[in-house]
Nanobody
Framework: QVQLVESGGGLVQAGGSLRLSCAAS????????MGWYRQAPGKQRELVAI???????NYADSVKGRFTISRDNAKNAVYLQMNSLKPEDTAVYYC??????????????WGQGTQVTVSS
């Protein structure tokens, strides 16, 4: 079984910064892509950023230049540094990982979500 645990959410004023962390644990053989999604109230879940096993990155247009995704393969962890936060960044943020175990290849796992609230 694989688990993803997020941390680092909270309440911040507009213009501030937060750093989200997500660590994967369990019977992991390898992890391919890792990423962050978010879901605001009344809206669909959307991709925020994704990083490949080789550290290639892709960002939603709305966060380019403000957010940075990174990973630590030795720790099976992914991070999201969020700067210049705006009220419209308020959402529940979920991490995801494409994990291969000894029995199953390439299964997508999700964290439980962490709330980010940006006040104006």
């Amino acid at each position: 079984q694989v688990q993803l645990v997020e941390s680092g959410g909270g309440l911040v004023q507009a213009g501030g910064s937060l750093r989200l962390s997500c660590a994967a644990s369990g019977s992991i053989f390898s992890i391919n892509a890792m990423g962050w999604y978010r879901q605001a109230p009344g809206k669909q879940r959307e991709l925020v950023a994704i990083i490949s096993s080789g550290s290639s990155t892709n960002y939603a247009d709305s966060v380019k230049g403000r957010f940075t995704i990174s990973r630590d393969n030795a720790k099976n962890a992914v991070y999201l540094q969020m700067n210049s936060l705006k009220p419209e960044d308020t959402a529940v943020y979920y991490c995801t990982a494409d994990v291969s175990t000894a029995k199953v290849a390439g299964l997508e796992y999700w964290g439980q979500g962490t709330q980010v609230t940006v006040s104006s």
